[in-house]
C-alpha cells in the first residue's frame, strides 16, 4: 500500500481525476526532489500545472513533440530523475511508440508515463483523440508495467506506487470526472492484485478503467431485481495480469465477461482470453469494448452507451450470456 | 589543443581500433564497417583526450555521458569499450554470434560503458537531452557527447531535439555529426538532401563548428570550444565513410558489408599505408 495523504470523497466534489493525479505529483515533488514533470504542450489539460507553478525548473515542457518528450524522460531517468511524463494516450502509445519502447522499456527506464485521455473519455474529439489501442500496443511491450487506475483515488495510488516500484509505468487515465468506486484512496491497493468489487457466483464481469463503476452498477442492479449473482473484479492492472482472480472466476462462476473502454482486441479482454484459453478450461465468454471501428465523436458518456460498455450494455450481455444454456449444447466440450 | 605527442597517441589509438573494427568485421562476417571507420576518430578523441570517467567505476554518477545514436557504429564502438577494459576483448570474436552480449547496435544493458542502447535512429539527441537537463535538475555539470549520422538527421525528432536544447540552452551536450555524406541507398543528397546543414542547424539556435573528422587537430580544437561555449554546439565533421580502407571509401554500398580473406587483407593493407600517411602529417609532412 502505498503512502501519503488520504483522499477522501469529499475532494472528489471538485477535483477530476487528472486533478488527482497533479495533486499526488505535487506531493511526490515536495517528498523526492529528484521527481520531475514532462509533457509536450499539455501541462494544463494533463493537470500537471501545479507543479509547474511549484517547482519551475524540474517541469519541462517540450512543446509539440512527443518522439522528443520520450527521448528526455528516458535520458533523465538514466542519470537519476524520476520523471513523470503527460500526454494523450494515443500519442504515447502510438506517436512515440517506438521511443517508448526503445528508450523507456528496453532501456529499463524509471520513468512514468502518465497517459490521459484514455479510451474514448475525449469523447468530442473524436478518433483522432480516443485512445482505444494503447493497451494493445503497450501490453505487448516487456519491462512495462500498466495500470488502468478505475477512479480518482486508485489513480493517487497508482501514481505513489509508481514512484516506489523501479521500472518504467504506464498509468491510462480519462480525461474529466470519473464517478468513485472507493470512498477513500485507502482501501488497500496492491498492484497486479485485483479488487473484488462485487461478490457473486453465477458470472463475473472483469473491468478496468471507467467500465469499472459501470459493472459494478450493473450488478447492484442485477441482483436486485433480477435475483442474478454477478462478481465484478476490478482488474486495475492490466500487467502483471492478477490471472489467479480470473482461474478463481473461471472454476466458480463458469462465466466471464470483459468490458473496457478500448478496442476488444488488444486489451483487457484480450489478456483474460489468453489465461481462459490456457487454463484448458470451460468458460463461457464476451468481451464488451470498442468492436474494432473507430468511435464516433460524442459525450463519453453517450459514447460508453454506444459501444454498450455502460451499465445497460452490460446488463443486456450478462442476461444473453446467462441465456446461453452452453451446458446442454451437444457441441460443447463441457470439460476439457 | 593538442600537443605532438597526444596527436601521435591519439593516431596510434585510431590505428588500433580501425585494425580491430575491420578485424571484428571479418570475424562478425559483414558489419556497417563504413560508418564505423568514418566514426572511429570522433570517438577516439572523446574517450581518449576529453572525457571525464573512471576506467575502474564505469557508472560513476558524476561521470561525462556518451550517446552514440548512430547505433550501428557499435562495431567500431565495442572494440574501444573493450580497449577501455570494460568489455573482454575476446567478445569481438563473437559479435553477432547467437547469445553473444555484443550485437550490431550495442545493447547498454549487456555491454559495459554503454549509456545509451541505440539503433533506431533518431532517439541518441532526445535522450542526450535529458541527461543534460537531469544534470541540470541534479546538480552535476557533466558534459553529454551525442554523435549523430548524417542520414540520420532525416528523422523529425532530432530537431524536436534541437529545438529544445536551444530553449532550455543545453550547453552540456555537445553534438558531432558524422557527415560521411552516405546512407543505405546511396548519398545523401540523392536519398534525402539535408544540405545547407550548417544553415539549418544555425537556425534553430545551434553554434555550428565545421571541421574535418578525420583531423585530430580540427577536432580538438572544437571540441575545447564546445567545452567553453556558453551556447550548444554542434560539430559537423566531415568525414569519410569507410576511412582508411580504399576499396570502401566514399561508396555508400560499403554501409553495411561482408569481407573474404582476400578482402581482409587488401584491408589490412590499405589501413597500414593510411595510418603512415597520417603519421606524416604529425610530423608536418
Not at chain 1, 31 to 59: C, N, W, Y
Not at chain 1, 144 to 152: R, V, Y
Not at chain 1, 260 to 270: A, K, M, P
Request: aromatic fraction near 8%; glycine fraction near 10%.
Amino acid at each position: 500500500m502505498a503512502g501519503g495523504l488520504v483522499y477522501t470523497a469529499v475532494d472528489s466534489t471538485e477535483l477530476s481525476t487528472a486533478e488527482y493525479y497533479g495533486k499526488a505529483l505535487v506531493e511526490l515533488g515536495e517528498q523526492h526532489p529528484e521527481v520531475v514533470a514532462l509533457t509536450a504542450d499539455l501541462g494544463k489539460s494533463t493537470k500537471i500545472g501545479d507543479f509547474m507553478k511549484r517547482f519551475p525548473d524540474r517541469f519541462i515542457n517540450v512543446g509539440i513533440a512527443e518522439q522528443n518528450l520520450f527521448g528526455m524522460a528516458a535520458g533523465m531517468a538514466k542519470v537519476g530523475c524520476v520523471p513523470f511524463v503527460s500526454t494523450f494516450a494515443q500519442f504515447a502509445s502510438l506517436r512515440a511508440g517506438d521511443q517508448l519502447s526503445t528508450d523507456i522499456c528496453y532501456g529499463k527506464a524509471n520513468a512514468k508515463v502518465i497517459a490521459t485521455h484514455a479510451g474514448t473519455s475525449f469523447g468530442q474529439a473524436g478518433s483522432t483523440h480516443h485512445a482505444i489501442s494503447d493497451l494493445g500496443v503497450t501490453r505487448a511491450l516487456p519491462n512495462l508495467t500498466i495500470i488502468c487506475p478505475a477512479d480518482s483515488f486508485e489513480t493517487v495510488n497508482a501514481i505513489r506506487t509508481a514512484y516506489e516500484t523501479e521500472g518504467p509505468f504506464y498509468i491510462r487515465i480519462n480525461r474529466g470526472f470519473d464517478h468513485l468506486l472507493y470512498p477513500s484512496s485507502d482501501y488497500g491497493f496492491e498492484l497486479g492484485k485485483a479488487v473484488e468489487l462485487h461478490k457473486g457466483t453465477d458470472i463475473t464481469v472483469i473491468a478496468c478503467g471507467s467500465c469499472s463503476y459501470q459493472a459494478l452498477t450493473a450488478a447492484q442492479f442485477l441482483e436486485g431485481n433480477e435475483g442474478v449473482s454477478v462478481r465484478v473484479i476490478n482488474m486495475h492492472t492490466i500487467k502483471p495480469l492478477d490471472r489467479d482472480a480470473i482461474v478463481k472466476a473461471i472454476s466458480e462462476t463458469r462465466r466471464i465477461i470483459t468490458v473496457e473502454d478500448h478496442n476488444v482486441i488488444g486489451g483487457l479482454g484480450s489478456a483474460v482470453a489468453e489465461v481462459i484459453a490456457e487454463t484448458g478450461k470451460g468458460c463461457a465468454f464476451r468481451r464488451l469494448g470498442i468492436q474494432d471501428h473507430f468511435s464516433t465523436i460524442g459525450l463519453h458518456e453517450d459514447l460508453m452507451s454506444i459501444e454498450g460498455i455502460d451499465s445497460n450494455g452490460i446488463i443486456t450481455a450478462v442476461r444473453e450470456v446467462m441465456g446461453a444454456d452452453f451446458e446442454e449444447d451437444d457441441n460443447w466440450e463441457d470439460e476439457v | 589543443m593538442l600537443t605532438k605527442e597526444e596527436w601521435k597517441g591519439l593516431e596510434d589509438k585510431v590505428d588500433q581500433l580501425r585494425n580491430d573494427t575491420l578485424d571484428t568485421t571479418y570475424w562478425a562476417g559483414s558489419g556497417h564497417i563504413g560508418g564505423g571507420m568514418s566514426v572511429l576518430d570522433i570517438l577516439t578523441i572523446i574517450y581518449y583526450k576529453y572525457l571525464n570517467f573512471h576506467r575502474d567505476d564505469p557508472t560513476w554518477e558524476d561521470r561525462d555521458r556518451v550517446v552514440v545514436s548512430k547505433g550501428h557504429a557499435g562495431i567500431a564502438y565495442a572494440p574501444l569499450l573493450c580497449d577501455l577494459g570494460w568489455n573482454d576483448k575476446e567478445l569481438l570474436k563473437t559479435f553477432n554470434l547467437t547469445n553473444s552480449p555484443m550485437g550490431m547496435h550495442l545493447d547498454a544493458a549487456k555491454v559495459v560503458g554503454v549509456d545509451a542502447s541505440t539503433g533506431s535512429l533518431g532517439h541518441g539527441l532526445p535522450i542526450a537531452s535529458g541527461m543534460a537537463m537531469g544534470g541540470r535538475v541534479l546538480g552535476k555539470d557533466y558534459y553529454v557527447y551525442c554523435i549523430t549520422g548524417d542520414g540520420e538527421l532525416n528523422e523529425g525528432s532530432n530537431w524536436e531535439a534541437f529545438m529544445t536544447i536551444h530553449k532550455y540552452n543545453l550547453n552540456h551536450v555537445i553534438t558531432f555529426v558524422d557527415r560521411n555524406h552516405n546512407m543505405i541507398d546511396g548519398p545523401t543528397e540523392e536519398v534525402m538532401p539535408i544540405e545547407p546543414l550548417s544553415e539549418k542547424l544555425r537556425a534553430f539556435g545551434m553554434r555550428v563548428l565545421e571541421v574535418d573528422g578525420q583531423s585530430f587537430p580540427e577536432l580538438s580544437e572544437a571540441i575545447e570550444t564546445a567545452k567553453a561555449s556558453s551556447e550548444p554546439v554542434v560539430i559537423v565533421c566531415d568525414t569519410v565513410k569507410g576511412a582508411g580502407i580504399d576499396f570502401m571509401e566514399n561508396n555508400y554500398l560499403w554501409h553495411y558489408g561482408a569481407i573474404d580473406e582476400g578482402m581482409y587483407e587488401k584491408a589490412k593493407a590499405s589501413l597500414k599505408r593510411y595510418h603512415e600517411a597520417r603519421l606524416a602529417k604529425v610530423e608536418g609532412k
